[in-house]
């Protein structure tokens, strides 16, 4: 009962930037949490960031002092800075969101590829 749509993927150099966004819409309740995973080629989905509606937010160690999560104005909208990519950021970034009663829903996913 909720949706997500994800923007931003794409084809970037080793050292550029890029950023994410993705708006849920649906049955969205006051206490949440919203984030981004990855999952890379050969690899299981990893958790990058992710934002609880109440503010407090996590990180992976990977991405700590480059990538940025945060909230738009709107509560159902969350946004990834990625900044200083490497090419092992390559992989396809899902936007997550968890209810209170701990129910996942899943973007679609898009793809970032870091590469010279």
């Known amino acids: 009962q909720v949706q997500l749509v994800e923007s931003g993927g794409g084809l970037v150099q080793p050292g550029g930037s890029l950023g994410l966004s993705c708006v849920a819409s649906?049955?969205?309740?006051?206490?949440?949490?919203m984030g981004w995973y990855r999952q890379a080629p050969g690899k299981q989905r990893e958790l990058v960031a992710t934002?609880?509606?109440?503010?407090?937010?996590n990180y992976a160690d990977s991405v700590k002092g480059r990538f940025t999560i945060s909230r738009g104005n709107a509560k159902n909208t969350v946004y990834l800075r990625m900044n200083n990519l490497k090419p092992e950021d390559t992989a396809i970034y899902y936007c997550?969101?968890?209810?209170?009663?701990?129910?996942?829903?899943w973007g679609k996913g898009t793809l970032i590829t870091v590469s010279s």
């Open positions: 997550n969101h968890r209810t209170f009663i701990g129910d996942d829903y």
């Open positions: 649906g049955n969205i309740g006051s206490f949440y949490v």
């Open positions: 934002i609880f509606s109440t503010g407090p937010t």
